[in-house]
């Protein structure tokens, strides 16, 4: 695993914890030399990510479409700040330049970014692995969500076990570094 494209809020959110696991995947990251690809914000959980890996002597590729870049929320500091047109192009070259995924905390365009990656990994665009960093118990709602839907039979409950999660940033690293081949039912 070379790269990880990490989705996660441009906001902080109400609890401290989320700002501190933000910076361990960030640090933890660079420590193991993989490079980490994002959605090139300097603001939020993405720019504390964007931060630590720096800071600890790693590669950030930030992906930011013109119109937020004209917003003024563009990381200026990155190993590489790739400038797209759209938010398609944005995520379509995210998942290009990563080999696995992990979501943290977030609003909707965290949801989306991972809805859609594992959309695409359900229809066979792809087989990376893909992670949710469950911290506090964020996720909680989510995942019982997920099971709901197996339950009622909208979800193969192969692709539900396609969504690996942990609370902890290193146990997840750990766990996506070892998928060799996804679970596609």
Not at 102 to 127: D, K, N, S, V, Y
Not at 135 to 156: I, T
Request: with cysteine; proline share 2%; charged share 20%.
């Amino acid at each position: 695993m070379r790269s990880v494209c990490v989705f996660c809020g441009s906001s902080f959110g109400r609890r401290q914890s989320y700002a501190d696991v933000a910076a361990e995947v960030g640090r933890l990251l660079a420590e193991r030399d993989i490079t980490l690809v994002y959605g090139g914000g300097n603001v939020g959980l993405m720019g504390v990510t964007a931060d630590a890996c720096l800071a600890a002597g790693g590669r950030v590729i930030g992906v930011i479409p013109q119109s937020m870049v004209e917003r003024e929320i563009a990381h200026l500091a990155l190993t590489h700040l790739r400038i797209v047109n759209s938010m398609h192009e944005r995520k379509a070259m995210m998942a290009e330049l990563a080999d696995a995924f992990i979501a943290m905390p977030g609003g909707f365009g965290t949801f989306e970014e991972l809805f859609e990656i594992l959309t695409w990994r359900q229809i066979r665009l792809h087989e990376k692995a893909l992670g949710l960093l469950n911290v506090e118990g964020y996720f909680d709602p989510l995942l019982a969500l997920a099971d709901h839907a197996v339950n009622e039979g909208f979800l193969r409950a192969g692709h539900r076990a396609n969504l690996l999660t942990s609370a902890r940033a290193a146990d997840l690293l750990a766990v996506l570094e070892g998928c060799q081949k996804p679970v596609i039912a």
